[in-house]
Every structure is written in C-alpha cells, then in structure tokens.
C-alpha cells in the first residue's frame, strides 16, 4: 500500500504530485540587490529534481524600503523583478515541482541598517527583544500602503508563473505582530480585540484575492502558538485557543491552505529546534487546530524520518507534510521517499549550523550536506580516465565527507583511522545529554562508507611510512586537533581533566565540585553531563560573557538546563593557578586575586591542529592537503566542507 506521502494532494484546484511541500526557509541566495541569482536558481532546482510536490520560497520582501529581513532576500518590491522571477519559477516547473511564493514583511523584526533608515515599522513602538532595533509605530495610511503591497507583490508572483502565494502570518513578523496582544497596543481600529487585530491580515488577504484576480490559491502561515511562557513571558499572546480562532478566521476569508507554525523570535527555539527536541513535538497544536478547521493544513513537525510524517498523515494530524532543515541535509529526499529508499537518506541532525552561519549574513548552507547553497559552485563532472589513489588519515567528519565523494568519482580512497569506527569528534561530542542525533551523522556515514566500499583501516594509526606503501597521488591530513593545555602551576594534578576524558567516560566524577574551565558550547555540554552524577559546577570564563562566539539557540537551550542550584557562573575570570583542593583566579577587569574550593578541574579552552604531526606527512605523496580541523579548528558543518571542497578538486 502507498504510503500517503506519496500520494497526489490538493490545494483549492491545484494538483501536487505528492503530500511533501519544502517548508519556507530564508535562504539568502539572491544578488545584493535582491534579483534571482544563479544560486537561487540552482538551489530550488535540487530539491525540486529531488521529488518534493510543493515548493514555497523561502521569505520574499513586499518592498526593498522598510521590510527587509536580511542581505540577498529575494524581492518582488517592483515589476522588475518579475522575469527573474520567472526564471526561478521555470526551472522548479521543469522538475515537476509546483511552487508558491511567501510574501513577508519582517516588521520589528526586520534590520534597520538594510533600509537605509534608523528605525523599523511596527504595530506599536516596542522594539523586538532580540533583533533591539528602534522601532516606530505604524500610521494607518501606513497600514493600508502595505496592504496594497502585500497584494501587489502576489500579483507580480502570478505574472511570474507562480501556482499559488502564501502570505507569512507566523513566526513574529509583521503580520503575527498585529495579530498577536503581545507585540500589539494600539487602540484604534487595528488594535484591541481579536476582530481589530486580524483587520491587517483580513484586507491583505481580500487585496491578495483581487489582484490574482482568484487565478491561484492562497495559503497564510501562522504561529498556532507564540510558545512565550517556555521564555518567561506571561499572558496574553497568542496561545492555541487564539490560534484556533486565527485559523477559523482565515478559513472563513476562503483560504485554500493553512500552514501550521509556532513561535516568534523571542521563542526562536520552539520555532527553529535545537537538537534536544524530538520528532513530531507538534503534533498535539497543529491536530488541534486541524480538528477545527476543513481547508487543507500544511505542517512542519521536526520531521526527519519519513515514518514521522507518515504518521501526522496517517492520524490525521495534518494533509500535508513539510520539511525544512531535512532538505537541506538530502535534496533528495522526497524520491528516496517514494521509492522507499529511507535508510539511505542523510538525515538533519538538528545543529542549527544552517541558522548560525544565515545569522552571520551567509546563504544557507547545512553541516550534513556540504553541496547545499553551493550548488553553482560545483557542478557535477565526469568521472577522471585516471583514478587517483588518495591516502586520508583520519576518519573524522572531513576525512569521511573526502573519502565519500572521492570514491564516488572513481578514484581510490583509502581511509586510516586509529580506533576502531568513524565519527572522530563526534564519538564523544554525542555523549552529553540531548545530542543523540549526532548519532545518525555517524550511522549515515557509515552505510554511505559501506555502500561505495571504501577501503578503511580501522586501527591504524597512519605514520608516514604507513602512507608511502600505498604510493598515494594526494594525502588528506584530517586527524583534527589537540586540545589546549594552559601552561599555568598544577596543570598536571591528578584531578585535572580534560573534556575528551569526561565525554569519553573514562573518569566518573560524582557528588563533587568541579570547575569548568571555559564556558564554549563544549563546557556547557559538560557541565550538564556533570550534573547528572550530581556534581556542582563553576564554570570559569576568562570574557565577559558564557559562550562568547557560540550560536545562541544552541546556548540558550543547553543553559535552560543547567540546574540554577548547580552552576555558577564566572565570567571576566582567568585561571592562573591549580591547587590541592583549589583553584587561583584572576579577575581580568580588576586583576584581583581569589581562590575557589574545589574537588576537581576539567579543562575545555579550545584545541589547536598537531602542526607536527601534519608536517611529519609533507613529503608523502605530490601534494597534501590538511582539511578539517587539521586545517582550522571549527565544528562539524565547516569539516565537512573543508573534506568535500578538496576534494573537489582532487
């Protein structure tokens, strides 16, 4: 029997091939001026060649003068745009994959500096708790200009080819502002009561209608949820019971579809999870919301595994699935899904990379699938008349991302690695509480490594001799790093540690007070993975703030689960000094001196590449490459690249 993912769906008298829509995702691949690029094109065209049914764009502004919501975002501000558009459109269409265009306004959310002004727009003059940009109220002339633009911008998608349009309601932006009692004050007639404050979205809908002239269907996002008490921020916001009368609301305007969303940006985690949630968490809201409504609802919920969204399908929890991250991490997914390939999709495995490096300005990328948002940069070549024998040693992320791609191209890798499995880092990076879909790059790797039957020495500890009786063409160096040991007094004490010995499991510290020294992402893991033995922690930071250079979300999420009892935190500290029983501080602002009771020390400062060791392979083959972070100490996602970009070219 078909599974229901794999069956034809509809959205008003628009046919899909299937129920998988690629959710909306901010992608940041447009030229400057926000026309469609050649990566735009080629990175929609994966995943539409990939099987998915629907595709909505990732985030398109209304206008280029108060809406922006970060650089190269795709605008349809102006009739301009519409042949570049067009050419988006085409491309998607030529895979079979039907397209809908998001049309958005960012609001408070939105970034000042890309407007050319000081200030953003929003319902009411309270600035965004994490984008803190000044924020000025909206007039009504205002209002009723960027209701004429939210239609506008449809009517330019439909001339473009577009099969439908999706107005963005969701996810703290400018219309989610009106609709919610939150981040809406105002007391004239689009504030207020539940009527006022869905008056915005109302007349975009009508104005939407009129200018696509009811050619093409409409679905609107909405948050069912803001999610604001998981922050601390009380009533009223809106809830599931507000959310329901959203979407009630919406159908009654004649909406085809409905896309079921949570959170804002002040609840970013429950809108963009981190790796500690589970599949299908949603499941219970958007049911909820789908008992009270019968126009289709489209829904992201975590999924990973196809059996996931299966089952929203089956349970009647949703009509159509969406996924998000997981087509970052496999554009093919949607056709191992329909030819029931699911145990050889790369899975997501929810590091949030993609969003960590977007917040940093850059296209969308993914830790798992270094092709992502890269596409034009590497196009497809012929495999080489004469294959290359390419010794890799070690087989951490980069190592293995070289060995795959090499070996698909018809040269010879073979792989050393000292112990006995892949996963370098990872092995222990996985170990700390909630990481465990790290175990998934691990186990995908391993049946990619299998399937191509890439020769692998487990248990090899590869020295230069060992390399040269291969005679190899290249040498990838890709062992890693070391960790950092500061040369401070008592560094070498019995009850000093290192954070590979804590993950790894070889030392068990239980009931004691232990100080962490560095509060990185990798000391926090630590210290909760230290909690769970009952230890208390000082976490020891020579800066003014924990974590300084980790990704938020990540940060936020592990630090929500450090009990308050057991962690203190230290920042603007240096250790200077280990005794028995102690620590010796340094207060980097005040040089004050202070010393600290504790039972033992973890060190988690960083590592630096064994330039020895790599020097040592310098003569081994005609050209060697250090990759990973052999090459530069980073995280998996920059690994992964670093081993599939040498070997590109290879």
């Not at 300005?361 to 590497?378: I, K, M, R």
């Not at 962690?567 to 240096?574: A, G, P, V, W």
């Amino acid at each position: 029997m078909s599974r229901l993912l794999n069956q034809k769906g509809k959205i008003g008298n628009l046919e899909l091939r299937n129920r998988m829509v690629m959710a909306p995702m901010g992608d940041l691949t447009a030229n400057p001026d926000g026309t469609i690029s050649d990566r735009t094109i080629e990175y929609y065209a994966a995943r539409a060649k990939g099987g998915i049914g629907l595709i909505i764009t990732g985030i398109v502004r209304i206008n280029n003068t108060d809406g922006t919501a970060g650089p190269n975002q795709i605008s349809l501000a102006d009739d301009s745009y519409i042949p570049g558009f067009k050419k988006l459109v085409d491309e998607i269409h030529k895979h079979g994959a039907k397209v809908f265009t998001q049309i958005q306004h960012s609001g408070r959310q939105g970034v000042a500096a890309l407007t050319g002004k000081d200030y953003v727009l929003a319902p009411s003059p309270i600035p965004s708790a994490v984008m803190q940009q000044p924020t000025r109220e909206l007039t009504v002339e205002e209002i009723h200009d960027l209701v004429g633009q939210f239609g506008d911008c449809a009517r330019r998608s439909m001339l473009a080819g577009v099969d439908g349009v999706e107005i963005h309601g969701a996810h703290g932006y400018l219309i989610n502002q009106f609709l919610s009692p939150f981040s809406n004050k105002r007391t004239d007639e689009y504030g207020g009561s539940f009527e006022n404050r869905m008056r915005f979205l109302i007349e975009i809908m009508r104005d939407v209608r009129a200018k696509t002239e009811n050619k093409i269907p409409i679905s609107v996002r909405i948050s069912a949820d803001e999610f604001l008490s998981a922050v601390g921020i009380p009533m009223p916001y809106i809830d599931i019971a507000e959310g329901i009368r959203i979407a009630k609301a919406i159908e009654a305007e004649g909406v085809e579809a409905i896309n079921v969303s949570c959170g804002t940006y002040e609840s970013m985690n429950m809108a963009i999870e981190p790796m500690s949630f589970p599949q299908g968490w949603r499941k219970d809201f958007v049911k909820a919301v789908k008992n009270e409504v019968n126009v289709p609802v489209i829904a992201v919920g975590m999924f990973r595994e196809p059996k996931v969204a299966e089952g929203f399908l089956q349970e009647g929890v949703a009509d159509f699935a969406a996924f998000g991250r997981a087509l970052l991490a496999d554009s093919e997914y949607a056709n191992k899904v329909l030819e029931n390939r699911d145990d050889e999709i790369n899975r997501c495995i929810s590091c949030l990379f993609c969003f960590d490096e977007l917040n940093k300005g850059s296209q969308v990328v993914c830790a798992v699938n270094p092709l992502t948002g890269f596409e034009c940069d590497y196009p497809e070549k012929e495999k080489p008349s004469q294959p290359k024998t390419v010794a890799i040693v070690g087989a951490g992320p980069a190592g293995v991302r070289a060995a795959i791609y090499l070996k698909k191209m018809g040269h010879n890798p073979v792989l050393f690695e000292e112990s006995d499995n892949i996963g370098g880092q990872v092995k222990i990076g996985k170990n700390p509480p909630k990481k465990d879909y790290l175990n998934w790059f691990i186990e995908d790797n391993e049946k990619k490594l299998k399937d191509l039957g890439v020769d692998i020495r487990f248990g090899r500890k590869a020295d230069a001799n060992t390399v040269k009786e291969i005679n190899p063409d290249a040498v990838l160096i890709a062992v890693g790093a070391k960790p950092i040991i500061p040369n401070i007094p008592g560094v070498d004490s019995g009850n000093v540690y290192s954070v590979e010995q804590v993950l790894s499991g070889e030392v068990s510290i239980e009931n004691k007070t232990i100080a962490v020294i560095g509060s990185g992402l990798t000391g926090l893991e630590v210290a909760e993975l230290l909690q769970l033995s009952g230890n208390k922690t000082i976490v020891v930071e020579m800066l003014d703030t924990i974590a300084p250079g980790a990704y938020m979300q990540n940060v936020m999420d592990v630090k929500s689960r450090l009990a308050e009892d057991k962690t203190e935190y230290l920042t603007s500290h240096k250790l200077i000094a280990i005794k028995d029983g102690a620590i010796e501080l340094k207060n980097t602002k005040t040089e004050d001196i202070s010393t600290r009771p504790v039972d033992a020390v973890v060190l988690s400062v960083g590592y630096r590449p064994d330039q020895a060791f790599i020097d040592s392979f310098k003569d081994t083959a005609p050209v060697v490459y250090t990759i990973g972070d052999a090459d530069k100490v980073s995280n998996i996602g920059m690994a992964t690249r670093s081993g599939f970009q040498t070997a590109y070219k290879i």
